[in-house]
T-cell receptor, first 113, second 115 residues
């Protein structure tokens, strides 16, 4: 079983839709959670970073963490064609850890005009 | 202009050759990472380093080697022992704080092709 599971999609939505992207994990030592956006043939770009359960909002993006269920989500409101990309979740352990940063497989999102 | 610089952007390797991918950061980050990405897949960890002159194997270290002689540099060598090296290679870095780790930032990647 992989430490981090993410549905690869593809996910296709109309412009203006609310998008929900999800990851589950099995390692209870994960304390840091990140979401990245990656355009084709480019390096991943950090979207959100959080280390606590609950919601964190930044513009049209909301990151949600539920440590009890080992489940994280990224919501995109009012989705735009420019949001079409691959979205990667990433997780790291706490301070007394190895420093490893583990990624999900990535979900490919297409927002149609 | 701070950031993470990977070079070259494209690299071609002949069978049996070793090649070295460069990763330099001027962010004063402590930890540096190398990942491999294959088409339609996520990032798989090759090697990572938390301090100078120390590094650890990731999940797919076989056929790769690294060094960390300077804080700002973390070169990756793809050796001839790596049987399927064609992939997109990404370097990342981040701070290590008293409370743990901060978010990681990435370079723009090197696309390696075996010819």
């Amino acid at each position: 079983q992989k430490e981090v599971e993410q549905d690869p999609g593809p996910l296709s939505v109309p412009e203006g839709a609310i998008v929900s992207l999800n990851c589950t994990y099995s390692n209870s030592a994960f304390q840091y959670f990140m979401w990245y956006r990656q355009y084709s043939r480019k390096g991943p770009e950090l979207l959100m970073y959080t280390y606590s359960s609950g919601n964190k909002e930044d513009g049209r993006f909301t990151a949600q963490v539920d440590k009890s269920s080992k489940y994280i989500s990224l919501f995109i409101r009012d989705s735009q064609p420019s949001d079409s990309a691959t979205y990667l979740c990433a997780m790291g352990e706490g301070s007394s850890n190895t420093g490893k940063l583990i990624f999900g497989q990535g979900t490919t999102l297409q927002v149609k005009p | 202009d701070g950031g993470i610089t990977q070079s070259p952007k494209y690299l071609f390797r002949k069978e049996g050759q070793n090649v070295t991918l460069s990763c330099e950061q001027n962010l004063n980050h402590d930890a540096m990472y190398w990942y491999r990405q294959d088409p339609g897949q996520g990032l798989r960890l090759i090697y990572y380093s938390q301090i100078v002159n120390d590094f650890q194997k990731g999940d797919i270290a076989e056929g790769y080697s690294v060094s960390r002689e300077k804080k700002e540099s973390f070169p990756l060598t793809v050796t001839s022992a790596q049987k399927n090296p064609t992939a997109f290679y990404l370097c990342a870095s981040r701070f290590i704080t008293r409370g743990g780790y901060t978010e990681a930032f990435f370079g723009q990647g090197t696309r390696l092709t075996v010819v």
